[in-house]
């Protein structure tokens, strides 16, 4: 469980992408090597250790080392869609790498990414558009499911503006306007993002009813919309930084607007090892419905409703405190 090499040798070869330049016909050491820049004798003790976890086999009369079953689900196209998870230039593989500071995270309650990488996360990402976009693609994957549950599951037909607040490049919010065509609504993202969201909305020919906003969710947000909604946003931050997501949201809903929450509950289907990441890499974490009503009631929105809206996901209605 806890030995470091058989997991760093994935994300090792993940990276160097020996899954795809094997091929099924597989590939020596001496070419993988070659093909990637790398020296022969280490490559080989790579693949040794691959083969021995049963990501690679080895054909000895040839020398080729082929993928197993196993060890095609890391390539690029594999439906699994864990490559972006494990290649260490990719947002997702590149924030794990984090979790071998997570004693300083234990100690302190800091987060290990920034003490890693000198940046917090999201400016991490603005540092790099090939971040930004793995960032981005691992988001529109965990949520090909979920996205159109979402869209379904709630009742958004009762409104008529909504602002997605932190809706990345836009996969939501579309799969919402796409279930209800009454609906409008803008996302509100960092600027990469948001200039996605609006490509994305362009091409599924929403761009009468869809856009989006470059901004911070630290700042005043787009005022007047009947719903906002924050989908995976208040577990990436400490209950100081939530609670002015919160308020920023409470601030700018119209009289009688509803905040909706989106995100995995502790208790109700929320994953330790999601928890302890979300810990290490934002400081953030996951909450209980009564942790997440007592954030919004401090913001003067009061829970109305709370259940399952997606696979892992749990949806909490707020609306406006009176005199809140
Ligand atoms: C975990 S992703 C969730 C994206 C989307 N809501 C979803 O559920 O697929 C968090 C989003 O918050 C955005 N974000 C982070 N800091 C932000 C800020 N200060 N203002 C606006 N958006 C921010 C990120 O760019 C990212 O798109």
Not at 251 to 270: D, S
């Amino acid at each position: 469980m806890a030995g470091l090499a058989t997991p760093m040798a994935i994300r090792v070869a993940a990276t160097l992408s020996l899954v795809e330049r094997a091929g099924s016909a597989g590939a020596t050491a001496e070419r993988l090597a070659s093909e990637t820049g790398t020296a022969t004798p280490a490559m080989r003790c790579l693949l040794d250790h691959l083969v021995t976890i049963g990501v690679f086999d080895l054909d000895l009369k040839s020398g080729h080392f082929r993928p197993t079953d196993l060890g095609a689900q890391m390539s690029e196209d594999a439906p699994e869609g864990i490559k972006p998870l494990l290649d260490i230039n990719s947002a997702g593989g590149r924030a794990e790498l984090a979790f071998v500071d997570l004693l300083g995270t234990i100690t302190t309650g800091a987060p290990a990414y920034v003490h890693r990488y000198e940046r917090e996360f999201w400016a991490d990402l603005d540092t790099s558009p090939q971040l930004r976009r793995s960032f981005d693609a691992q988001m529109n994957w965990r949520f090909q499911v979920q996205a159109p549950q979402i869209a379904e599951r709630f009742d958004w037909s009762r409104f008529s503006e909504i602002v997605d607040v932190g809706g990345g490049d836009g996969l939501v919010l579309a799969a919402i306007l796409h279930a209800h065509p009454d609906l409008r609504g803008r996302v509100l993202d960092l600027s990469p993002a948001a200039i996605a969201a609006t490509g994305r909305f362009a091409a599924a020919g929403l761009d009468d009813r869809a856009g989006a906003v470059s901004g911070s969710f630290f700042d005043p947000l787009p005022a007047g919309a009947d719903v906002y909604l924050l989908s995976d946003i208040l577990h990436d931050w400490d209950d100081d930084h939530a609670r002015e997501i919160l308020a920023g949201c409470r601030r700018a809903a119209a009289p009688n607007g509803t905040v909706v929450v989106i995100e995995p509950v502790r208790g109700e289907g929320a994953d330790t090892a999601i928890d302890l990441f979300m810990l290490m890499c934002f400081g953030g974490r996951e909450r209980t419905v009564d942790e997440l009503a007592g954030l919004a009631a401090d913001c003067g929105l009061m829970l109305h409703d709370s259940g399952p809206v997606a696979e892992g996901r749990t949806a909490l209605e707020f609306g406006v405190a009176p005199h809140g």
